[in-house]
């Protein structure tokens, strides 16, 4: 296990692709478990048990889904496992960071100081996660780094756009 992690950790400082994972199934299981489980404890501290189950749900599925839709277009599915579980093994180990911010965003409210950094740790974590992706899908695609990263952008708001819109804030 502590091989995986660091299999992950040196996916996100780039020093590993894909490709160096293992192609199995078993890998997808566990990291969609662990995405998935980290995705309800973040869902629950933002909407608290508001459609908890559909919205971590439609977060696994639709990630699932767009990484298969996009190695199927670029006829790349061979790459599938090991694409997926690095996607969603690099989400899971950004988890925590987030589930810190957002446990400071209480205590931010009362300091303009916290609340610049939990805005700030924020922005980096979301900017790490979408140059993680566009490293992941270069790495899958055979490709440069720009289209890359240009596609990991459009799926980080083509998944926020779709969730946003199965899951309205005022509904």
């Given amino acids: 296990m502590q091989a995986l992690l660091k299999a992950f950790w040196d996916i996100a400082l780039?020093?590993?692709?894909?490709?160096?994972?293992?192609?199995?199934?078993?890998l997808v299981i566990v990291t969609a478990a662990a995405?998935?489980?980290?995705?309800?404890?973040?869902?629950?501290m933002i909407y608290g048990t508001d459609r908890l189950l559909a919205r971590?749900?439609?977060?696994?599925?639709?990630t699932?889904?767009?990484?298969?839709?996009?190695?199927?277009v670029t006829r790349r599915s061979h790459r599938f496992r090991q694409t997926v579980s690095a996607v969603l093994g690099a989400g899971a180990l950004l988890s925590p960071l987030v589930i810190l911010l957002l446990a400071l965003r209480g205590p931010a409210d009362a300091s303009?100081?916290?609340?610049?950094?939990?805005?700030?740790?924020s922005v980096a974590v979301i900017l790490w996660f979408t140059f993680i992706l566009g490293h992941i899908v270069r790495s899958a695609l055979?490709?440069?780094?720009f289209t890359g990263v240009a596609l990991a952008i459009t799926y980080v708001v083509a998944s926020a756009a779709a969730l946003t819109r199965l899951f309205p804030e005022g509904a």
């Avoid at 780039?14 to 078993?26: F, V």
């Fill in 142 to 145: 055979d490709t440069g780094l």
């Fill in 35 to 44: 995405y998935a489980a980290l995705s309800a404890l973040q869902s629950w």
């Fill in 14 to 26: 780039w020093r590993r692709d894909p490709g160096q994972l293992p192609d199995s199934a078993t």
């Fill in 112 to 121: 303009h100081v916290l609340a610049l950094v939990v805005w700030a740790g």
């Fill in 56 to 62: 971590t749900g439609a977060d696994l599925a639709l």
């Fill in 64 to 72: 699932v889904l767009l990484v298969w839709l996009l190695l199927t």
